[in-house]
């Protein structure tokens, strides 16, 4: 079983990787490591949904992957999800691409320059349509944008607009990209602020990252024992 994990920085999946046997890669952007009878290799894009198409879209022109996870930290629109929560996200839009109206925002889909069921868009979202029985977190709804929120009107019409559970910067370039080259994925996100007028004070990263190596260990026992996605 090969499996490519995509981190938008090193820090968060630190932990993680630490304890695993790193193996030769012949590649310098894509470390490679052994875990039990896993083949388990990492890339660190970069923050942002630029860096994270072009570097996924040439490690999977590399190698042939059986999964890929995107982990990371993220922000939560929603009191309910508490910080050091980790969530499955299961939806992603994208929350800056469209054009700039007055006071609004209106998407590509809004404005006829996309269908709105343009593949692998449905109706204006992308959808993660792998289930994995033996991922036991809340699945949430999320938008990626190339900025991180932290202003109270941009994050009103964010709210507005979408909808989200969760902000990330990177998923829906990951969704995007593996539905495309139809390759099961997944995106999990530890929550490590609420998305809110920009306090990092109120954060808890380091909570969050033990949380999210916590639950990628959990995953990665029971995952040798899954035969299908489906």
Known sequence: MKILFVGATCFELYQFFENMKEVESHDPHIFCYQWYDLEIDLIIPGIG????????????????????????????????????????VTTEQISDLGIEQCNCVVSLFESGFMEPNEFPFHQGKLLNPHQFCELDLPCVTAVSGNI??????SIARIVNDFDPDIESMEGAALFYVCLHEQIPF???RAISNYVELRDP??????????????????????FAKIKQIS
């Open 148 to 153: 991180s929120h932290g202003n109270p009107e």
């Open 201 to 222: 004070t109120k954060w808890d990263i380091p909570l969050a990252i033990e949380n999210l190596t916590d639950e990628l260990f959990r995953f990665l026992r029971k």
């Open 186 to 188: 997944l995106e999990i």
């Open 49 to 88: 949904m630029t860096f994270t198409t072009y570097k996924l879209t040439r490690a999977l022109a590399l190698k042939k992957y059986d999964l890929v996870i995107n982990a990371g930290i993220a922000g939560s629109f929603r009191d309910e999800l508490s910080i050091g929560s980790v969530v499955n």
